[in-house]
């Protein structure tokens, strides 16, 4: 990736493509979730630095702390796929 292309925050863009796709949905009288999805990325904290029983406490804490209780569902496993360095 050029150094152009690796400074530019995609995340507007994203959100605003994700917002004009549920646009038609609601003018079908959807029915729309009462949260968006919510959850927790490894990358956040730990970058590629993860294993099985790091992602194992991490979903435990996420029951014992509450956040699955309001509403955090989701644990993402991100290991750097997108690594320039990744081998064969």
Known sequence: MNNRLSSINFLPWILLILIFAAVPAIGQNA???PTPPMGWNSWNAFEAKINEQLIKETADA???TGMRDAGYEFLVL????MAQDRDA
């Open 31 to 33: 029915v729309l979730a």
């Open 62 to 64: 996420m029951v014992t």
């Open 78 to 81: 991100d290991d750097g796929w």
